[in-house]
């Protein structure tokens, strides 16, 4: 908090004794005045001091402040009750929000909060964060609530709850119908997919458009690759374009997913443009990327660009 101006640094002594006495005797009494003053501590110049605001600090890279009293947000029972009941949602309302979620964890204020928990929504999974472990298993999964044209049905029940819901919003919206064609994907089906990218078209075409085993979000249980329904389901490859795709991409923010790989964004994702692939974040921080107009995960959070993979 900052304190009031001490009344020394107020007083207009120094310009009284100026003006009544010679010159001389000014000099003397003011040089009295000096040596009897107390000059203030270091402690007292820093709580003068005012820490910058997050939102600040998120516009100066490369600059690091120390933060007041880090662990704060982590400490507050609303946050601490909600991690251990494992609910996502709670524990970004007890920050204050996503925009506050967000800030807290760029100034380091958020310790609690790591961005390679693959059981927690905000988790980023990216050609430079692999899993941990690569073969991570979600404990929890349920069918997914829509019509499905793969036997990959299993979705994370959390997406499960706001993919049926968005649905039928787009539904009743005119916009036509939704379709999933795969959510979960394990490790094991993950070295199948890739490896058959990888003999049809070569590496380097498959790595912009299928993830390496362990590096998928597929294997969180939080992405989902959706197609158009309206007129008999097509295959993701037709997705975009379509009025469910529009809908998708206008709306898909208030149900908690995000278009993750979007067009134009490929030098920071390193996947071509993805418009069927969502990835499930939760209300409160798909709100704060959209409001804040961010186009992948990894500015959002600060994170470096992730064309590639380091090996």
């Known amino acids: 908090m900052r304190h009031a ?18 010159i ?54 609303e946050v601490s009750d909600a991690l251990a009941a494992g609910d996502d949602e709670a524990v970004v309302a007890g920050f204050g929000g ?13 310790p609690c909060i790591s961005l390679t928990d693959p059981m927690h929504h905000w988790v980023v999974v990216n050609k430079l964060q692999a899993l941990a472990p690569v073969d991570y298993e979600p404990a929890a999964m349920t069918e997914a609530p829509i019509q499905m044209t793969t036997a990959s049905r299993l979705i994370d029940a959390d997406a499960a709850a706001a993919l049926g819901n968005m649905t039928a919003a787009l539904q009743n919206s005119g916009a036509g119908e939704l379709g999933m064609n795969n959510a979960y994907r394990s490790y094991r089906l993950q070295v199948a997919n ?7 078209a070569g590496q380097a075409e498959a790595d912009l458009s299928s993830a390496r085993p362990g590096f998928s979000e597929h294997q969180t249980g939080f992405a989902v690759d959706v197609v158009a329904c309206g007129s008999g389901c097509g295959e993701i490859g037709a997705f975009g374009g379509t009025a469910e ?18 067009a ?48």
């Open 24 to 77: 001389g005797l000014a000099v003397t009494a003011l040089g009295a005045l000096w040596a009897f003053t107390e000059v203030p501590s270091v402690a007292e110049v820093a709580e003068e001091v005012v820490p910058p605001s997050p939102a600040v600090v998120a516009h100066l890279p490369g600059i690091e402040f120390a933060s007041v009293d880090a662990a704060a947000p982590c400490a507050t029972p």
């Open 245 to 262: 795709s529009d809908w998708i991409a206008a709306h898909a923010w208030e149900y908690g997913f995000i278009v993750r790989y979007e």
């Open 194 to 200: 890739y490896s058959s990218q990888v003999s049809a």
């Open 98 to 110: 996503g925009v506050a979620f967000r800030d807290a964890v760029l100034v380091g204020n958020a």
């Open 264 to 311: 134009g964004a490929t030098s920071v994702t390193g996947y071509e443009p993805e418009p069927w692939h969502l990835r499930y974040i939760g209300p409160g921080l798909a709100s704060a990327y959209h409001e804040g107009g961010f186009h992948t995960l990894e500015e959002f959070f600060g994170l470096p660009a992730a064309p590639d993979y380091a090996h």
């Open 5 to 22: 101006m001490h009344p020394r640094y107020a007083s207009p002594r120094s310009r009284v004794l100026t003006i009544a006495l010679p």
